[in-house]
């Protein structure tokens, strides 16, 4: 058990539909990363958070946003959702944030989209 | 910009056999480097990393992996895998000194164990 903890663990949607994906990190941990994962473009970062603010972005569509809340568990909205959207994603989190410190990834959330 | 290259996408191999599991990264500056394995259905677990120093790194269930700077390599490698060892394995970089410290993934190899 990673200690990082993900939600929903399944999600099936339609096309154009909006949904959120809740991640909290582990106890202690400052900064949460969301990645994505698919068959055709394998894991791809998506954005990095450090205690409230934004720290990095990835290829992260512009129909996606994120943010990390006083509490530090951080939500993934994607909107205006389309068939390729489908894939899992994971959330991971580290003590600091810096590049040394291992990051500790959840179960992910498979995302279904009809 | 950074990539990870690992080389085989498959590798089968007989139980108690050794494996080696190849990568490569390309990068102009000095990186941390990290494997993580995924079980089916389940998250990325670490297996071990290098930050600095000796360049073998030792991690759990009996891997090691050895950093060479000169072929910008990290390969995995276990002298005798179990069935259990079944996988996907990811190898995975990050650049030191940046602000931002997101993992830049190869595309996996998968560990096949038969008897």
């Known amino acids: 058990d990673s200690g990082v903890t993900q939600t929903p663990k399944h999600l099936i949607t339609a096309t154009g539909q909006r949904v959120t994906l809740r991640c909290s990190p582990r106890?202690?941990?400052?900064?949460v990363y969301w990645y994505q994962q698919s068959l055709d473009q394998g894991l791809q970062f998506l954005i990095q958070y450090y205690n409230g603010e934004e720290r990095a972005k990835g290829n992260i569509l512009e129909r996606f946003s994120a943010q990390q809340f006083p509490d530090l568990h951080s939500e993934l909205n994607l909107s205006s959702l389309e068939l390729g959207d489908s894939a899992l994603y994971f959330c991971?989190?580290?003590?600091?944030?810096?590049?040394?410190?291992?990051?500790?990834f959840g179960d992910g959330t498979r995302l279904s989209i009809l | 910009a950074q990539s990870v290259t690992q080389l085989d996408s498959q590798v089968p191999v007989f139980e108690e056999a050794p494996v080696e599991l190849r990568c490569n990264y390309s990068?102009?500056?000095?990186?941390?480097l990290f494997w993580y394995v995924q079980y089916p259905n389940q998250g990325l677990q670490l297996l071990l990393k290098y930050l600095s120093g000796s360049t073998l790194v030792k991690g759990i269930n009996g891997f090691e992996a050895e950093f060479n700077k000169s072929q910008t390599s990290f390969h995995l490698r276990k002298p005798s895998v179990h069935i259990s060892d079944t996988a996907e394995y990811f190898c995975?970089?990050?650049?030191?000194?940046?602000?931002?410290?997101?993992?830049?993934f190869g595309k996996g190899t998968t560990l096949s164990v038969s008897s």
């Open positions: 991971a989190s580290s003590l600091t944030g810096d590049g040394h410190q291992p990051q500790h």
């Open positions: 106890s202690g941990d400052l900064s």
């Open positions: 990068s102009s500056v000095s990186v941390y």
């Open positions: 995975a970089v990050s650049e030191r000194g940046q602000a931002g410290t997101a993992l830049i």
